[in-house]
């Protein structure tokens, strides 16, 4: 059962129904159910719909919402980081290539989710979010999730900095000291839309980016026809019409 906003998204009744839940007992994991807040979003409910929207848990959940990245963000490498070491690591060698970084290890691989770290520029905690880390024997990458939405700007102590600059600064500042074992760093970007990120990371991180399309198109997930479909049901439902980060990228892209 699912319920349209008064612009048109689409929200499942229930927040489980926007996820990928094989291979994932006991459920809820952690990670999700920090994620299952009351969202303020109801206010694009209305009538039906917003009774609809609270069915599930009694209250709005932004998991619920077609366009929700963290939903994605679970169902691909929350889904892939609850799979046997043998089975991420096939994965993530297919991962690294679509990122075309060379060298990287899939030894005591580990996927993390929704981990703040010390800010950059105060060491205050409570610093950025980031949406999925990966950590192997010689690497760390640390990744923003998106899917419609833009890149963060206004960022930092002085808000002069955008999410990818703090979470290269990050690295740059503290990479080799916390993780003394890595010798690769890197900061990558996942979008619905190609184009839809600017490096500003420090000279010695890395930086990638790619798409969400190409993420769920790798054979070696744990669960890559379900993946698949999911992928191809949440885009098939994605209201982009009109969008300017859409528009913005697909020109780029075409260059």
């Known amino acids: 059962m699912c319920a349209h906003s008064k612009g048109g998204v689409l929200a499942t009744a229930h927040p489980f129904d926007n996820l990928i839940r094989t291979g994932c007992s006991p459920w809820p994991p952690p990670e999700i159910v920090q994620k299952l807040y009351q969202s303020r979003q109801i206010r694009a409910f209305a009538g039906e719909e917003e009774k609809t929207c ?61 981990r703040r770290v010390p800010h950059p520029d105060t060491l205050v905690p409570g610093g950025p979010e980031i949406d999925v880390g990966i950590s192997t024997a010689n690497a760390l990458i640390l990744g923003e999730a998106k899917w419609q939405s833009g890149v963060g700007a206004a960022q930092g102590k002085l808000k002069d900095k955008d999410q990818i600059q703090l979470r290269g600064e990050f690295l740059k500042k503290y990479g080799s000291s916390l993780f003394p074992n890595r010798s690769t760093f890197v900061v990558l970007g996942i979008s619905l839309f190609p184009g839809a990120f600017k490096d500003t990371t420090p000279d010695g991180i890395l930086f ?39 528009r913005t990228a697909e020109i780029a892209g075409s260059r």
């Open 54 to 114: 609270k069915s599930g848990l009694g209250f709005y959940c932004d998991l619920q919402s077609i366009h929700s990245e963290d939903a994605i963000t679970w169902s691909v490498f929350g889904t892939a980081g609850r799979s046997s070491q043998r089975d991420l690591a096939s994965w993530l060698t297919d991962l690294f290539s679509l990122i075309d970084i060379s060298g990287l290890e899939t030894k005591d691989a580990d996927v993390f989710l929704w």
């Open 208 to 246: 990638r980016s790619t798409t969400w399309e190409k993420v769920c198109s790798l054979a070696t997930h744990p669960h890559a026809q379900e993946l698949g479909r999911y992928y191809r049901w949440k885009k098939e439902h994605t209201k982009t019409a009109g969008n300017r980060l859409q």
